[in-house]
Each structure stands twice: as structure tokens, then as C-alpha cells.
């Protein structure tokens, strides 16, 4: 039986923002609702669209993306929510791949001067790591630091050939 004050107090929790069944459930235990009753809220905010897990993963990702996480943590914190992964595979796969290369190297570029350490070895390590806790994938993260490496060894070529 679906209580119509708590009902609001949902329909007003998914009307702010994105929400999956997870997070309802959430709010249904700390409004101390029985757990017998969960699925009948949930079924009725999906019928009439305050629930919608296809829009939820879309909004997902893009929140996460615009928070510089790479898709594997993106994924991660997915499934953290018990949500079903092949929903989430379908957004991460339409994500802007130049723009993803683009925000790596931004982040390399940033961070590169920022990082103290003993050894260049040291140092690329540490942003190996930054790269890899942001959820950023090895091969990406390689790629983008060589590019760094790169641009550099060039302007510090170009520099001291020409002054």
C-alpha cells in the first residue's frame, strides 16, 4: 500500500534531480518505509516517469565526465549503485572520444609542472597513478604522458638551438 505523503516526498526527491531505483530505496529507508512496499513506489514512479534508469545512466555519466572521471571509474562507482552494466556500457560508448584524449591531456599538462619529485622516473609514476585513481585507462594514460614528453623535448630543443 503506497503511502501518499511519502509518495510526494519521492516524487519530489526524483523531481530535483536524476534518481535511480537505488537511491529511492535509500530514501525509502531512511522515511522508515516497510520493505514489502519499495517495489510498488518504484513500479509507480516508473510508470509515470519520475524514475527512468535509461535517463539516469545518460545523466550519470555525463555528471562524471564534466567531473574529469575516466570511464573506468565512471563504471566503478556504477556499479556501485547495483545498477545493470550493460545500460551504463551504452553511454560510456557514445562518449566524445577527441574530447576524452583532450581532458587526459589537459589533466598531464596541469598536473605535469605540479608534481615533485626525485627522479623523472618518480615523477612520471606519480602521474601514472593521478591518471589511473581518476579512472583513466593505462593506454590512454600513456598515451597522453608521451605526448607531453613530446612537446617538451621539443620546445626545450627549439629553445636552446635558437637563444
Same mark, same amino acid.
Given at each position: ?20 531505483? !537505488?537511491?529511492?530505496?535509500? $530514501? ?5 518505509? /516497510?520493505?514489502? +512496499?519499495?517495489? #510498488?513506489? &518504484? ?40 545498477? !545493470?552494466?550493460?545500460?551504463? $556500457? ?5 562518449? /566524445?572520444?577527441? +574530447?576524452?584524449? #583532450?581532458? &587526459? ?59
Amino acid at each position: 500500500m503506497i503511502d501518499k505523503t511519502i509518495y510526494d516526498k519521492l516524487t519530489n526527491y526524483c523531481a530535483y534531480q536524476e534518481r535511480c531505483a !537505488e537511491d529511492v530505496k535509500q $530514501k525509502l529507508l531512511k522515511l522508515k518505509e /516497510d520493505k514489502n +512496499n519499495f517495489t #510498488e513506489y &518504484i513500479i509507480r514512479l516508473q510508470t509515470e516517469n519520475f524514475l527512468n534508469e535509461d535517463r539516469y545512466a545518460k545523466y550519470f555519466v555525463r555528471w562524471h565526465e564534466k567531473k574529469k572521471w575516466g570511464k573506468t571509474k565512471i563504471k566503478m562507482a556504477w556499479l556501485r549503485k547495483r545498477s !545493470e552494466s550493460a545500460l551504463i $556500457k551504452k553511454y560510456l560508448d557514445d562518449m /566524445d572520444e577527441a +574530447n576524452y584524449d #583532450e581532458q &587526459i591531456k589537459a589533466i598531464v599538462e596541469k598536473k605535469w609542472d605540479t608534481i615533485k619529485a626525485k627522479s623523472p622516473h618518480d615523477k612520471k609514476t606519480k602521474l601514472l597513478r593521478l591518471l589511473l585513481s581518476k579512472g583513466y585507462e593505462m593506454n590512454k594514460a600513456l598515451t597522453a604522458m608521451k605526448d607531453l614528453k613530446f612537446w617538451k623535448n621539443f620546445i626545450y630543443v627549439i629553445f636552446f638551438r635558437f637563444y
